[in-house]
Structure formats: C-alpha cells, structure tokens
C-alpha cells in the first residue's frame, strides 16, 4: 500500500522581521514500484516425516530396543515405537510432499508416514526421544536422500538431515537422570549425536 509521506513545515526567523517565513518546501522522493520481474524469496519451511511400522506388524529394531533397556536394567520401560526422521526444508507443494513420502521414503504395504510442518508429526506414550546428528557430522543417509529427490524431478529442497524417534511407553515414572542415562547409553551415540526428549503433550523435557 502506497504511504504518502507527511512534509513537514520548518520556519526561519529573519532578524530584520518580527514574521517567521517558511523555508522552501521540497517534494518528497518519488515512490517507485516493485520490480514484477524480480523473484520475491517466500520463506521456507520445516517438514517432519516419521516413517515406521504399521500398527500390529513386528518391528525388530524395536524389541532389540526393549530387550537392551532391560538388560541395563530399565525395567520401567514397557514398549518401545522406533521411527525413521527425515527433516526436509524448503518450499513443498502438497503433491509433491506427497511424491517424496510416498514414492521415496515410506513403504506402503508395511509402513506408514506421518508429517508434521515446523514440529515433531507425533508424541506417543509417555516420552519421545528425538535423536538427530550433530552440526558438522556428514549425514550421509541425507545426501542420498537429496539425490533422490532431485531424479523424482521435485525442486524446492535446501536441505536434508534425518535422525530418530524413539517412542516410550513406561510401566511407571523415571527419573531425569534414568532418562539420560538411557538416552547416552542406549538411544544415541553422543559423540556424534545430540538427543531432545518431549512428554506427551510435546513439550520438552530433557536434551543432551
């Protein structure tokens, strides 16, 4: 919307004269349009695709999860979910999110995908661990990603890291140095990896 700028009257005293005379008025600067030809950068967006195991089909990383927390003793832990992370920036038409979710990284007949713009697609049970890599570390599962993209001819991605979600349902409560110690122990490897645990309701808990 064009503003039209307000002029301001400034005065000048002359000495011979008990009249102020105004000072010569100058016309504002000429408002010039937008250039149409000049490409206007939208902003970019984060989306969240979790890709795991259908409900009721055996999901083996997950029990060799479950099985390794008892063995370091966490018996609170009662069920383990384990989802595949893949953050992808940029400017995504629904199509062809659609595209790349469903012909790239989700098997249909065993999987299914859930996305989520700017947040995590979904907190079950009583924690989700987010583990991602850290600044600096090569993501190579990403790089592939990317390329993949691109041979699917969808333009508009910046950027490609992925990570994992580790949904926990607990038996009871565990204490925040539990939680640590599992993450650190169990969960990521944080010499290369960083950790963000959020409870049900999304808001997080803990990160290391």
């Known amino acids: 919307m064009l503003q039209v700028t307000e002029v301001e009257s400034t005065f000048k005293v002359d000495s011979t004269s008990t009249s102020p005379r105004k000072a010569r008025w100058r016309p504002p600067e000429r408002w010039t349009p937008p250039d149409p030809s000049v490409p206007v950068m939208a902003s970019e967006t984060h989306y969240f695709i979790e890709v795991r ?84 570390v090569t993501d190579a599962v990403a790089s592939t990603v990317r390329e993949a993209i691109e041979q699917l001819g969808v333009r508009g991605v910046s950027r490609v890291a992925t990570g994992t979600l580790y949904h926990l349902f607990l038996k009871e409560a565990l204490p925040v140095q539990s939680i640590e110690w599992l993450c650190e122990r169990l969960l990521a490897n944080p010499v290369i990896q960083h950790y963000e645990v959020y409870d049900a309701g999304g808001r997080l808990a803990v990160k290391g």
């Open 53 to 136: 195991k259908k409900e009721g089909l055996p999901d083996g990383r997950a029990m060799a999860v479950l099985e390794s927390a008892r063995d370091l003793g966490v018996e609170a832990l009662e069920r383990v979910q384990v989802g595949r992370l893949y953050l992808l920036q940029g400017q995504l038409s629904q199509a062809a999110l659609d595209t790349v979710r469903e012909e790239l990284l989700c098997d249909p007949v065993a999987e299914e995908a859930r996305v989520g713009e700017d947040h995590l697609p979904s907190f079950e049970g009583n924690l989700t661990v987010k583990v991602t890599y850290h600044a600096g």
